[in-house]
T-cell receptor
């Protein structure tokens, strides 16, 4: 499994754009990059997934450079309700078909 | 679909008692996962099933923990006897396939407190 490194915490203010970068230097050729979001007292929720270049949905954008050794989750114009823990997951271990979560990035959005 | 349904939402029990957590996965999902979350250890995978068959239980802490999936719409996680260190939030999740590129859907969790 590709190991991921992401900041432990980030602070932002409402209306700002937030970028959370995840490093995954040993990503394999067939690995996807997936981000989950977890609000307090809830289970994780899928946000976005990509393989290369850029992916955008109604919640976020995911930027992946050509070497794929890192990725950046971009949240446009955050609000208080975006306060959550964001997990970056990378890997496609055929021997263990289950998501493995790291520590995640705790995003705190202030008014 | 109502999503993954877990019960109870909260459970408080005394040390030594048996605890059973329940999960109903999303219909049509072939994979079911049990996770445990604590402040110290984060989200840990305990066990997962494929088509009701346990595939990997290497995350189960010890013999006090057991999980079953008698049919495609129901799974249980049992702790017997329970200990204070088992206090955590237990999540159940399901997905259509076991591939990482398939979205996993999590339940609301069961907050277990063992006193």
């Amino acid at each position: 499994l590709a190991k991921t490194t992401q900041p432990i915490s980030m602070d932002s203010y409402e209306g700002q754009e937030v970028n959370i970068t995840c490093s995954h230097n040993n990503i394999a050729t067939n690995d996807y990059i997936t981000w989950y979001q977890q609000f307090p007292s809830q289970g994780p929720r899928f946000i976005i997934q990509g393989y290369k270049t850029k992916v955008t949905n109604e919640v976020a954008s995911l930027f992946i450079p050509a070497d794929r050794k890192s990725s950046t989750l971009s949240l446009p114009r955050v609000s208080l309700s975006d306060t959550a823990v964001y997990y970056c997951l990378v890997g496609k271990d055929t021997g263990r078909r289950a998501l493995t979560f790291g520590s995640g990035t705790r995003l705190q959005v202030q008014p | 679909d109502a999503g993954v349904i877990q019960s109870p939402r909260h459970e408080v029990t005394e040390m030594g008692q048996e605890v059973t957590l329940r999960c109903k996965p999303i219909s049509g999902h072939d994979y079911l996962f049990w996770y445990r979350q604590t402040m110290m250890r984060g989200l840990e995978l305990l066990i997962y099933f494929n088509n009701n068959v346990p595939i990997d239980d290497s995350g189960m802490p010890e013999d006090r923990f057991s999980a079953k999936m008698p049919n495609a719409s129901f799974s249980t996680l049992k702790i017997q006897p329970s200990e204070p260190r088992d206090s955590a939030v237990y999540f159940c999740a399901s997905s259509r396939t076991g591939d990482w590129d398939t979205e996993a859907f999590f339940g609301q969790g069961t907050r277990l407190t063992v006193v």
